[in-house]
């Protein structure tokens, strides 16, 4: 059925193209879809926590990741730091650490698994 959304507004709030997947797929079940992207995903205004934080990452019991942007922008930054101390590891790959790692859902698992954070 193509009109099921026939008559109603659907606000779009994660950022997304005019043609995007969700809103093409709205459209096409009737709706009118405004598009009002609630979240913006870039770098830290102020890196200086994200730093401190994958510095200290050794001295951790466990880190918990709640996406796979989260897990990726750690292990580039954890990749880097560790880089320069062994001067082999390269940025976006954590090899060896001392600490537990959990993940909420499949992407946050599928992205520490690539970036070789072991989950469990």
């Known amino acids: 059925m ?5 008559g109603r507004t659907v606000v779009v709030t994660r950022a997304e193209e005019p043609d995007g997947p969700l809103a093409r797929r709205l459209r096409g ?3 009118e ?8 995903i870039g770098p830290p205004a102020d890196p200086a926590p994200l730093e401190r934080a994958c510095a200290e990452l050794p001295t951790f019991d466990w880190i918990v990741f709640t996406s796979a942007r989260a897990v990726w922008a750690v292990a580039d930054r954890a990749g880097e730091l560790l880089a320069k101390r062994a001067g082999e590891i390269p940025a976006g790959r954590v090899t060896e650490h001392p600490f537990r790692v959990a993940v909420v859902g499949p992407a946050s698992r599928a992205a520490a698994g690539t970036a070789g954070f072991g989950v469990g």
């Open 33 to 40: 879809v405004l598009l009002l992207p609630t979240v913006e």
């Open 2 to 6: 193509t009109d099921e959304l026939e």
């Open 29 to 31: 079940l009737g709706a």
